[in-house]
């Protein structure tokens, strides 16, 4: 990481390890969830220039299997987490193989028709309790620290935020990570100089796959629950969005978009109703539209801009 | 060892959907030579090069590399043989630093591409090396700008300090002195003839005072099949080239004007004599 990112990062962790003092910690969590989705979905799209429009079936997929690993096997928290997370990566290997084969537009198609046929799978199978979803799943308990109550799991989820973002800033300024920044600059250049595009690609998805998948285990043992909105592509388009808004290929882009998205909807819900789509909607029109770099780019570029002023 | 081929075609073909592109090309490149593939705008010759490098797959024919049938191969497979191209389209990564550009092309020899829990650090043990090759093409005081930012002209000679990275025993070069400058067309000749020194060059190349000024070999390409093949002088006097390039019989190849800016694309045929066999063996004037 950069000295300045390296700054933000040790900030916005002392921030959030005080935050439960003064903003109800389920939020925060909920926040932490989807900031991790997103920053996992920025580094196909932001950092690998593949855009992915089925990532919520990791999401709800990880959900399932960690809610079926606590409710049903009782295994430890850990280890259901961990499963979830396992389970979104074999699945983004089998997702991914399918779909790096195409480009652009084409590649968005094929990972929202194999995503529509999951969440198809998930509506019917028995295992994930259908349209009730899997409901009463327990947190249980982290070295005899027992996760029900709020403040503990707290410190948990923070963890898994902070472990992940630092593992994707790291992948991204990796060797690997260079490769990555190559393939999206040029990709026929980056095969010309003797790189198999397709597995760079295909290791890029299934490390967005298993993070997204750990950020949607993490929702289950905050909310109890695994339901099929998670695996809906109505997901798959918020988390679009919150990229998007906060700032795509930007490092705290993705946190700030997930924020804001979930903040507003939180706010929102009780009072609006279900005009929140259209609000979200209207959003994402304004952001296309007039700022494109999203909140985090557009900032940096006004930054830069005002030292450039003070220079000249 | 003279007749060592080290690039060899038979029957290459490339049909888009009916057209022919490339038709039945018999091509042979000799080991160490700077062999140029010229004709005019659509003849075929980047196809050509796709299919070479198999960023297209021929519809029939093969190709072998030293003697090995390459013809199935993936194109990432083919760089690592020590084939390397370059593109008509100049290729950078545009938003990465001008160093970087040519620490991609080493940085697979670390064997390290795929870890993703490393630091980028470790890719600093490649500085050095990246910072010898920028100098060879006169980048080296460009080294930390974003390529974006620079003029045309360097970054076609980035693109040959990245192909050149690779050490390639075959360098494919598809017009390397396109859009360039007198000053830099005449930089860029004497670099391609430097590095030729151990390696085979196969290029695509427009400028007659390039072509003249250090190919050994040249094919001449029309309408997806070879016309003639051989040296400069020889081709140069063939009257099916006199007349693919001109229409005419009555001025050669000879009198083909060598401006280093001129546009790529059918040569014109004003009689002027100043790209000329003769006149031209002095380099840029
Ligand atoms: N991908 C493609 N699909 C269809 N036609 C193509 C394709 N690539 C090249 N061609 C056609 O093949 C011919 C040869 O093109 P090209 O090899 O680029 O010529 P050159 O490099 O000699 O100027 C042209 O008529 C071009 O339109
Ligand atoms: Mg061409």
Redesign the interface.
Known sequence: MSRRVTIAYLLGLALLLAAPMFIYPILVMKVLCFALFACAFNLLLGYTGLLSFGHAVFLGGAAYVTGHALKVWELPTLVGLLAGTVAAAALGWVIGSLAIRRQGIYFAMVTLALAQMVYFLFLQAPFTGGEDGLQGVPRGTLFGLDLSVDINLYYLVLAIFAGSFW?IQ??I???????L??IR??E??????????A??KL?AFV?SAGLAGLAGATKTVVFKFATLTDAHWHTSGEVVLMTLLGGMGTVFGPVVGATVIVTLQNELADKVGSLVTVIMGAIFVICVLAFRRGIVGESLALYRRMIGQKAG | MAEDCILETSGLVKEFRGFVAVNDVNLKVRRGHIHALIGPNGAGKTTCFNLL?K?LEPTRGQIRFNGIDITRE???KI??RGI????QIS??????TVL?NV???L??K?G?????????R??NQLNDRAMELLTAVDLAGYADMVTVEMPYGRKRALEIA?TLA?DPELMLLDEPTQGMGHEDVHRVMELIKQVSANRTILMVEHNMKVVAGISDTLTVLARGSVLAEGPYAEVAANPLVIEAYMGTEASGLASIPANDDRPPGPLPGEGDDHGSLRSNSGGAG
């Open positions: 593992l790291r992948t300024h990796s060797p690997f990570g260079q490769i920044k190559a600059e040029n026929p250049r980056a095969i010309s100089l003797g790189y198999d595009v597995k760079y290791l490390l | 490098t960023f993936a194109p990432q760089a690592r390397v191209r370059s593109f290729a950078v990564f545009p938003h990465l970087e620490r991609i092309a940085q697979r670390l390290t591409s795929f870890h993703f829990w490393k630091s980028d470790g890719l990245t690779l």
